[in-house]
Each structure stands twice: as C-alpha cells, then as structure tokens.
C-alpha cells in the first residue's frame, strides 16, 4: 500500500493569479521576486547570505518551470532543467481568500464556500458589541490594540503597558483573523489560550477564520520576543477533505506545525509542533520513516511567511528557500517505493511588496517519488486537485472537490 506526504511552505506563491488585482496584488510574484533580488546579491538584514539562489533539488523538480508557466515569461536568475525530475505545474485557488485556512481547506480538497469575515482598517477595528463581551466574559481590565497591525511592532509598542496593566494585545489584519498578544509569564500561557477560546466563540457568528495565541517573553522594548507556543483556534473546515476520508478509512495521520490548528482538530491524527522550519523538518523525516503503509503526513513550514514575508526581507527568505532545498534532498533519500510527496504552497507573501500581508498568487505543484514519472501538470483549476489527487493514490474515495491527475 502506498504512502503520501503534503508539505506545505507557507506562502510560497509563484505570482500569476488572474484574480490578483481584485486583492490588489496585481504584479505580485513572492518567488520570481525572491529569485530576482538574491540574482541582484542583495544581502538579508543579518548579512548572512549573498548571491544567485541555490535551490538544486526544488529547480530538478520543476519549481522554476512551475514558476515561469504561472507568470507566463521568462524567469531570470535562475537556471532551469529541460526536463523535471517529477510532476510540476501550478494550481489556482478558487476560495475567496488569500489566507492559511482557506488555501490549506482548498489543498485538502474542500475549498471554502462561504466569505469570510474581516475587521475594519479603523481605529477601533473590532465591533464594540464584540470588545465588551471579550472584556466580561474575560475578566479583563480592557484590551489595548484594537486596530489593524504587525504583531512583532504592535508587541515593541504596546508590550509594557500590557504588563504593568494586565491588559491583552488585540489586533487584527487585512486576513480574517482575530490576534491576541499576551506576555507568558505575567499574564500567563493557559490564560492566554483560555481567552483565545472565548474570543473564537464570539467570532463565530462574524465567520472570522481564526483566533490567533501570540505568546511573547522579554522584560521590555527591543528584547520582547514571540515564543514557538503559538496556538491557532480556527473555524471548522468544510466536510469531505481528505482529513475526513483518511479517518473514515482508519488510515493513520500524522499532522506537522500549524496543520492541526487549522482543521480545528478534526481528523488530524497524531500532532507534532516545532520550533521553525527546521525542527520541523527534523520531525518530519523521523514521523514518516514510522508512518504506516496507506498513512498520510500533512506539514506546514511556516519561516518563509511569518520571518521573512510579512517582514519584507526577499534576500533572508531566499536563505529559507536554500534551508529548505537542503532538508528536502534528504527527505526524498530515504522515500520507499509507492511513496508520494507533493510540495506546494497556500497564498503568496512577496517580499518586495507593499504592506505586510499575503498576495493574491497561483502555488506551485510539485509531485516526486520512486516512480513517479517526469511530466507536466498544467495549470490546475484549483488547489483541490491536490487533495483529490493524493486521495487517489492512497486509494480513498474523492474529496468533495478536485480532480485527480492520475
């Protein structure tokens, strides 16, 4: 019986999204414009990586052809194989959104159908109806925030008057997504989470996607600091994602990063967390070398989005790139025979534009494994045909949407 992996890199899009410019993201290309400022030799912001991107194992899979297909022209500063060691392609996302829950629903086969809630650009963003429950029900002194915001500066600026106050760091962005800063030691980790619970059932009428733990330590500006226990409350997935049909099948799961949190813990088996990127990929290898025949892994790898996407640095996202390149070379050295992996991405984040939040993009497909052929896959209509495609190789039934490419 056959095995899959899906790995995720957070925000890896490959520009070319039709619908682009009703986001206004029209021109936004996260990798073509990785590629190109790493080809100018741009150093990142700790001077640790220059010159060309050396991604070999990503380029002999087709992530450039991928790339090149989806932009629709030639991609400079980057060499390129004639032919792909696999599958490779792009995919399209149907969803209306251009977030983590609606391509990672979309990837597993079940796109969203509904529109997402958002909080306003204003000072205060969040319903008053909404921050007066929080406070009650929360036994909180207030909130401080209550605007749109970057959470690395929002916690700079406000994270010593949430100690000597006690009150929460609410904030919001452009996503649907309700976020709360609180320091771990004086306010407290579990209250933390506990308060995160409330806020995700008061947004649940406003189909707010997710409710977002932002933990942090440190004794004061320049020296605060967001710890790995993150924790995401999101709304419940739409039925019949591959989630679902694993578990209908009693197939094993092993979920890596962000992923349980995600699917709102339905279905998503075993859950392992990390500590970026690479902690991650470590937990990665040794969870699929146990893995069961017929098993599925569903990983995210969030460094490219959360350290260098939303904080705008192209050259340091290159060296996550290369980082990854790297693990993922390994990993595909120690796949058995009947086993799939498919690396693609959720939405865009391009370093090099405007703001701080994702992009409207196509994701790339790549597909690779002991015999798995070298052919293109096209450009896919939507990320469902992933799902639905890893559904068929491990002998499920189909997700509610896709098509399998098999």
């Known amino acids: 019986m056959s095995r899959a992996a899906l790995l995720v890199m957070d925000s890896l899009g490959v520009g070319g999204a039709a619908d682009a410019e009703a986001f206004g993201d029209a021109g936004a290309d996260t990798f073509g414009h990785i590629v190109e400022a790493c080809a100018l030799g741009r150093g990142n912001r700790d001077g640790l990586r220059r010159g060309p991107l050396n991604i070999p194992f990503l380029i002999a899979h087709g992530l450039g052809l991928a790339a090149e297909a989806s932009r629709g022209h030639e991609l400079t500063g980057l060499s390129k194989p004639a032919h792909s060691q696999g599958l490779w392609g792009f995919a399209r996302e149907v969803s209306k959104g251009k977030d983590t829950p609606s391509g990672h629903w979309e990837i597993a086969g079940a796109p969203v159908d509904f529109a997402w809630g958002y909080f306003a650009n204003t000072q205060p963003s969040f319903p008053p109806e909404l921050t007066q429950a929080l406070i009650a029900q929360g036994g909180l002194p207030g909130i401080l925030g209550d605007c749109h915001a970057s959470g690395t500066e929002i916690i700079e600026e406000l994270g010593l008057e949430h100690m000597r106050t006690g009150k929460p760091i609410v904030y919001t962005s452009v996503d649907s997504v309700l976020q709360i800063a609180a320091h771990e030691e004086s306010f407290g980790l579990e209250r933390l989470y506990d308060l995160c619970r409330l806020a995700r059932r008061l947004c649940d009428p406003l189909k707010i996607g997710r409710v977002i733990a932002r933990p942090f330590v440190g004794d004061g500006p320049g020296a605060f600091k967001r710890t790995p226990r993150r924790k995401d409350f999101a709304m419940p997935p739409a039925m019949g994602n591959l989630f679902d049909l694993a578990a209908e099948a009693h197939r094993p799961v092993i979920s890596i990063g962000k992923i349980g949190d995600i699917f709102a813990h339905r279905n998503t088996g075993e859950e392992i967390k ?23 892994l569903f990983a995210n790898y969030l460094d490219l989005d959360t350290e260098f996407g939303h904080r705008r640095d192209a050259p340091g996202a290159g060296a996550c790139l290369e980082a990854f390149d790297r693990r993922l070379a390994a990993f595909a050295a120690r796949l058995r025979p009947g086993d799939l992996v498919i690396v693609t991405g959720d939405h865009g984040n391009d370093p090099t534009w405007r703001g701080t939040d994702h992009t409207r993009e196509n994701v790339p497909v790549l597909a690779f494994g002991p015999g798995v052929t070298s052919a293109p896959l096209g450009a896919r209509p939507t990320f469902a045909d992933i799902g639905a495609s890893i559904a068929a190789h491990l002998g499920l039934g189909p997700t509610s949407a896709g098509r399998p490419w098999w």
């Open 274 to 296: 990390g500590a970026g990127d690479m902690d991650l990929f470590d937990k990665t290898i040794e969870a699929f070398a146990r893995l069961p025949d017929g098993g599925l």
